[in-house]
């Protein structure tokens, strides 16, 4: 009987941790939805007015953004591949915004598509490099997605041209980082010197 009520408390434990990581995935997945919505709009009548074709793709691209924003409330990890066409929209609103200034760049072999990566971790990292620069047509900007350590790692890297006003709070890494730590316990890095900045991010194989 004694080893009986063992078991069931270690069950208990068990079913009390996942509920406990599963909130704390959920909480840090919330506190970097995109906080975009409003410039989006205001672009978006801009658009209109000025430019009709382009208001019509922005508004899909919109909702593309925002159709995998919901959608992946639920999940833990979701493909690389997922993660990069939810970049490919994310990345074309702000280049209606911002102009032909702003560019991605992905140089990624084949056998990585389908490893996983905690989901919207391509849209911290992209917003952190368009919230913290100087981006316009005299200092554009390319935002370069590739893998190192035999494609184990997923680097986003760009120029360091840091706005001399920056709300920089770190806060969105430091999430970032504690969802890999509950998810595989393992760790972001961060590489900076006077010209470039790259985050690299293990690539979960499942």
């Not at 909130?23 to 919330?30: D, E, T």
């Not at 995109?34 to 978006?44: E, G």
């Not at 490099?129 to 893998?147: A, G, L, S």
Request: charged residues 25%; hydrophobic residues 35%.
């Amino acid at each position: 009987e004694s080893i009986e009520k063992q078991a069931q408390m270690k069950e208990r434990e068990l079913l009390m941790e996942t509920h406990l990581k599963e909130a704390q995935l959920k909480y840090l997945q919330a506190q970097i939805n995109p906080h975009f919505l409003f410039n989006s709009l205001n672009t978006l009548i801009a658009e209109i007015e000025y430019d009709p074709s382009t208001a019509v793709k922005f508004t899909q691209h919109l909702s593309e953004v925002y159709r995998y924003v919901l959608r992946q409330q639920q999940c833990q990890i979701v493909s690389l591949k997922e993660e990069l066409d939810f970049l490919d929209s994310y990345i074309f609103l702000h280049q209606v915004r911002l102009g032909d200034c702003l560019s991605l760049e992905c140089d990624l072999p084949d056998n990585v598509i389908d490893h996983q990566l905690p989901p919207l971790t391509l849209q911290l990292l992209a917003e952190n490099v368009v919230k913290h620069n100087y981006i316009d047509d005299f200092n554009p900007m390319t935002i370069r997605v590739y893998t190192e350590k035999n494609g184990r790692y997923l680097c986003v890297s760009n120029t360091l041209r840091p706005k001399k006003v920056s709300n920089a709070s770190g806060k969105g890494l430091k999430n970032l980082s504690e969802r890999y730590q509950l998810l595989c316990k393992q760790d972001i890095q961060i590489r900076k010197n006077d010209h470039q900045f790259t985050v690299s991010i293990p690539l979960i194989y499942e």
